[in-house]
Every structure is written in C-alpha cells, then in structure tokens.
C-alpha cells in the first residue's frame, strides 16, 4: 500500500520566518497535491503537482515535486498568521482509480 | 465554498445505529469520493464512484456502503455503527475519474455515543 509521510507534524514559526513542509511516498507517481485544512473546516486544494519537477507558487506558498525521490515540498516565505491550519499533501493513483493517499497533515501554528 | 454539498453538517446517534450521509457533488462532476478522518487514522479514501458505477475502493469497512445515484448525489450508508466510527465524513467530486484533483464538501461529523 502506498505510505505518505509529512514531515514535521508541528511546527510552530515566528511571522517572517521562512520553512520547508516535506513529503515523502512510497512508490511511484507523477501526481502530488496539496490542501490546506483550517480547524472545523473542509480541505482547500492549493496545488496540483503532475510532473517531475513541477513547480507551483501562490502568494507566500511554493510547492515542487521531485518524482524521482518521490519527494515534494511546501515551501512558506515570510510567514504571517494567516497561514496558520493544516496542510495535507495528498498523492493520486490513477490507475487504480483517482483515490487520494494522503499524509499525516502538518499543523502549522505562526506566532507574531 | 467548493460547490460540493453534504447533509446534515452534525449527527449525533447511538451504537448499533444505521445512519445515512449524503453528498451532491459540484454541478458537472461525474466522479464522487468519499473519506474517512479521525485522529487516530488520519484521512483515508472509503471509496470512489464515477457516473453511478462503483470505480475503486479503499478500506471501507463490509458495515458501510455507498452509492451514487442517476442525479448524481451520492449516499453513504453506516451500519452497526460502533464508538470508533465517530470522525469527520467528507466527499469529495472531480469532473471525471482521472481528474486533476478533488473538491471537497464541508463534511459532516459523526459521533457515536
């Protein structure tokens, strides 16, 4: 069965500080997204990564994919409070239908 | 707001119960997904129909199934509930089965007393 693993599960930042969300899979697949989650609420897709080397950037958030060490990131840069919640990265397989593996989350808290 | 709609938002029920969730996916999409989030397990997929036909399945339990409806709207029943199925039951719908990604509706949060 396909594992995603997110790492950190916490992290706890000052505004303006920049990081690096990671996630890793287990076996191959050229589909990688992410979604942000707030408390109570329902995910938000933010990026959707379909190839090798695929980069994505909104605002303050950059997600990459690197298919070959099936790894992705989430990158913050000059965090402000608003992007506090929890962020998912989720992986697609699509030959086996367009279910979604997703990670354990990373609950990002950023302190002024 | 996705556009995907799941009814009720809260139920409260008791073991042994049967309850029902529905979702009606954002208007156009044919594939609906439906997911499973508790503490413990994290987000797991349950399973996924795409134009009424059944396209693949995750760890649904035998105590629940789902369907999807010729409008669409998909139902997911739960049976013989017990304490541990008490989570946050979302669903989820893409324009098709190999769609780019899903929209999630708001869930709906079951506890099991």
């Known amino acids: 069965e396909l594992k995603v693993e997110q790492n950190p599960l916490f992290l706890s930042m000052q505004e303006g500080k920049n990081y690096t969300i990671y996630c890793n899979y287990s076996?191959?697949?050229?589909?990688l997204y992410w979604y942000r989650q707030d408390p109570g609420k329902s995910l938000e897709s933010l990026f959707v990564?379909?190839?090798?080397?695929a980069v994505k950037q909104e605002g303050r958030l950059m997600a990459s994919l690197d298919t070959k060490a099936r790894l992705s990131t989430l990158h913050i840069t000059a965090a402000v409070h608003d992007l506090s919640a929890t962020y998912f990265c989720?992986?697609?397989?699509?030959?086996?239908?367009?279910?979604?593996?997703f990670g354990t989350g990373t609950s990002l808290t950023v302190i002024p | 707001d996705s556009g995907v709609t799941q009814t009720p938002k809260h139920l409260i029920t008791a073991t042994g119960q049967r309850v029902t969730l529905r979702c009606s996916p954002r208007?156009?999409?044919?594939?609906v997904y439906w997911y499973q989030q508790s503490l413990d397990q994290g987000l797991q997929f349950l399973i996924q129909?795409?134009?009424?036909?059944?396209?693949a399945k995750g760890n649904i339990l035998e105590r629940f199934s789902a369907q999807q409806f010729p409008d669409l709207h998909s139902e997911l029943n739960l049976s013989s509930l017990e304490l541990g199925d008490s989570a946050l039951y979302f669903c989820?719908?893409?324009?098709?089965?190999?769609?780019?990604?899903?929209?999630f509706g708001p869930g709906t949060r079951l506890l099991v007393l």
């Open positions: 076996t191959t697949s050229d589909r």
């Open positions: 990564l379909l190839s090798n080397g």
């Open positions: 208007s156009g999409d044919l594939s």
């Open positions: 989720a992986v697609g397989r699509l030959y086996t239908g367009n279910q979604f593996y």
């Open positions: 129909y795409y134009n009424g036909e059944e396209r």
């Open positions: 989820a719908s893409s324009p098709s089965w190999e769609a780019q990604t899903q929209y």
